[in-house]
C-alpha cells in the first residue's frame, strides 16, 4: 500500500519519511498549544464563574492604591494574604512545573471560597494576596480564613498523579483610621501572616493595632531574611569533631551563617528562630544539605584518603515535624553519589515536641536511607534517657554545659560514666561539645569519651580554612 502510495506521488523513500515526519511534529505542536489553551481557558472560566478579578502585583497595588483615592469616610475594605508554607523546597525537589500546578489549584480553590467580586493576585513566589471589597468582621473574617486553610489543606494531585498536602497561614487586615494608605494596609496583612506562623501551620491571625506594637521588630527581621534569602547571603562553616584517642579529625559539623551586609557575620541565634517561626527554616536546611554534599562531593574528588570524613548536619524539631522532609532529603542527595554513611542527622531530643510521629517518620526515613544519626545537646533530663532506647544513633553528643557542670558536679559526673558504660555496650560513640581547653580535654579523655569538638580543636570556619 504504502509502495503503491509512493509509486503514484512518484517521491522516493526519503521523502516520504519527511513528510510523515513532519506531519508529526505539527500534531505535536498543535496538541501541546491546545493544552495550554485549554489551561488558560480553565483557569479564567473559574475567575469568570465566581467574579474573581486576577492581577499581577504591580496591577493588584496600583488597584489598591486607587481604592484608597476614592474611599470615603464609610468606605471598608480588606486584604487577605495566604503564605503557602514549603513552596521554595518543593521547588528544588520537584520542580517549578509542580510547583506552578500546586499554587494554581490552591489560587482555584481560594477563589471557590472568596465573596463574588473579589481581586486576587500572586503577591509574591509563596504568597497570594486577595482584595475583597467589603468590611468584614471578625467573624466574617474568621469564616473566609477557615474556609481558605480548609481548602488549601486538601490533597494536591501532582502531575506524577502522588497527593501532596499544603500548609498555608493566613494574615487579615482591613483598612480603618489608622490604616491611612495602601502600603500600610499590605504590611498590616503581611503582620497578621507572619504573626499566625508563631502558632504554627494552617492558623489565621486578624491584623490589630495591639499585635502591631508587640511586632514590628520581629517584622523587620523576617523582611532582612526574605532578602537574605534573595541575596545568597547564607553561607555554611565547619566545626572539627576529633577522635580523642588518634587525634585526627573524624568529622565535620556544618553550622550555618548569615553574611549581613552591615552587622557582619551573624550566628543562628539570630535568625533560625524566625526563621523556625515562618517556615523558612525548611528552605534553609534543604539548602544546608545540598550545599554541604556539594563540598563533600568535591572534597573526596580531591582528597580520596578522606574516604571516610562524616559531615554532620543540624536539624531542627520544626524541620522534622514537617511531614515531607525526609522526601526532600531523599530527592536532593539522589543527585550526589555519596556514601549515605558519610553522612549524619543531628536531632535533639523530640519526646516532648507536637507531632511526635511525624518526628519518629522523618528519623526512620532518614535511617533507613542509611544516613548516621547523632543525638545532639543530649542533657540531664530523664526524657533524654528515654529517647534513646528505641533509636539507632550513632553519636550521642554532650552538650557544653553538660560537661562544663560535670567538672564540678560529682553526680553529674557519676552520671557521664554511666552514659560512656551504657554507649559501649550499646554500640554508640560520645561526643564532648565545648572543649575549650587542654583541662577539659584531658578531663573527657578521663572520662573514656571517645571524640571531642569545641575551640580547642577549632572554632567553626569556612571550609577552605580547614581544606575542604
Ligand atoms: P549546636 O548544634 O549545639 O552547635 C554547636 C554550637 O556551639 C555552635 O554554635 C558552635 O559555634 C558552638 N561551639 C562550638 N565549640 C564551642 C566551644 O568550644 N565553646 C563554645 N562556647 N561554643 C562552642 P552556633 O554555630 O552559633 O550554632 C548554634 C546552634 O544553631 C547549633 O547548636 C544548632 O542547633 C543551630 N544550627 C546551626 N546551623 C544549623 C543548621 O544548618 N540547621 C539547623 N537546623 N540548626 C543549625
Ligand atoms: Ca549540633
Ligand atoms: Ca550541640
Redesign the pocket.
Known amino acids: 500500500m504504502r509502495n503503491s502510495l509512493l509509486a503514484e506521488l512518484n517521491l522516493d523513500q526519503g521523502v516520504y519519511y519527511l513528510i510523515v515526519g513532519l506531519f508529526f511534529v505539527l500534531c505535536c505542536v498543535a496538541v501541546f498549544f491546545l493544552i495550554i489553551g485549554i489551561k488558560r481557558d480553565r483557569n479564567r472560566l473559574i475567575a469568570e464563574k465566581f467574579k474573581i478579578k486576577e492581577f499581577d502585583r504591580i496591577g493588584f497595588e496600583e488597584m489598591l492604591q486607587h481604592k484608597y483615592a476614592m474611599a470615603k469616610s464609610d468606605t471598608h475594605f480588606t486584604v487577605i494574604i495566604v503564605q503557602i508554607n514549603g513552596l521554595a523546597e518543593l521547588k528544588s525537589t520537584l520542580g517549578e512545573r509542580q510547583v506552578k500546578k500546586i499554587t494554581m489549584t490552591l489560587r482555584d480553590r481560594i477563589m471557590a471560597v472568596i465573596p463574588h467580586g473579589s481581586k486576587i493576585c500572586d503577591y509574591d513566589d509563596i504568597r497570594l494576596a486577595i482584595f475583597i471589597d467589603e468590611h468584614m468582621d471578625n467573624k466574617g473574617a474568621s469564616n473566609v480564613a477557615l474556609s481558605i486553610i480548609t481548602e488549601c489543606n486538601r490533597p494536591v494531585v501532582l502531575l506524577t498523579r502522588t497527593k501532596m498536602t499544603i500548609n498555608v497561614n493566613v494574615g487579615i487586615a482591613s483598612n480603618n483610621e489608622f490604616c491611612p494608605d495602601s502600603k500600610t494596609l499590605l504590611q498590616n496583612a503581611e503582620l497578621a501572616t507572619l504573626n499566625s506562623t508563631k502558632e504554627g501551620f494552617n492558623k489565621y491571625e486578624i491584623y490589630s493595632e495591639k499585635l502591631a506594637e508587640t511586632q514590628t521588630e520581629e517584622y523587620k527581621q523576617y523582611q532582612e531574611i526574605k532578602l537574605a534569602i534573595k541575596g545568597h547571603q547564607f553561607t555554611l ?1 565547619y ?1 572539627p569533631i576529633v577522635n580523642l584517642s588518634t587525634g585526627k579529625v573524624s568529622a565535620y ?4 551563617r548569615w553574611e549581613h551586609p552591615t552587622l557582619g557575620l551573624l ?3 539570630r535568625f ?1 528562630p524566625i526563621m523556625e517561626q515562618t517556615g523558612d ?1 525548611n528552605w ?2 534543604t539548602w ?1 544539605f545540598e550545599e554541604m554534599l556539594k563540598m563533600q562531593t568535591k572534597h573526596y574528588r580531591e582528597h580520596p584518603e578522606d574516604e571516610d570524613l562524616v559531615f554532620t ?4 524539631p520544626k ?1 522534622l515535624m514537617y511531614p515531607h522532609l525526609a522526601e526532600e532529603f531523599r530527592k536532593v542527595y539522589k543527585r550526589y553519589k555519596i556514601p549515605a554513611a558519610n553522612i549524619c542527622m ?1 536531632i535533639v531530643e523530640f519526646a516532648m515536641f507536637d507531632k511526635v510521629a511525624e518526628v519518629s517518620s522523618n528519623i526512620l526515613k532518614l535511617t533507613q536511607m542509611g544516613f548516621k544519626i547523632a543525638i ?2 543530649f542533657g540531664l533530663e530523664m526524657s533524654s534517657l528515654k529517647m534513646l532506647e528505641g533509636l539507632e544513633f550513632h553519636w550521642v553528643k554532650l552538650d ?1 554545659k553538660f560537661i562544663e557542670q560535670a567538672q564540678d558536679d560529682f553526680l553529674i559526673g557519676g552520671l557521664v560514666e554511666t552514659l560512656v558504660n551504657f554507649a559501649e555496650h550499646k554500640n554508640f560513640s560520645i561526643v564532648a ?4 581547653d587542654d583541662i577539659i580535654e584531658e578531663y573527657v579523655k578521663g572520662l573514656k569519651i571517645g571524640y571531642g ?4 580543636y577549632g ?2 570556619q569556612p571550609p577552605e580554612n580547614y581544606g575542604l
Not at 433 to 436: R, T, W
Not at 453 to 456: I, L, N, S
Open positions: 562553616y566545626q559539623e556544618t553550622l550555618v550566628t543562628p541565634a533560625l527554616i534553609i536546611g544546608a548536619l543540624n536539624l531542627s524541620q543531628e545532639d545537646d557544653r561539645e565545648g572543649v575549650e569538638q569545641g575551640y580547642f572554632k567553626p
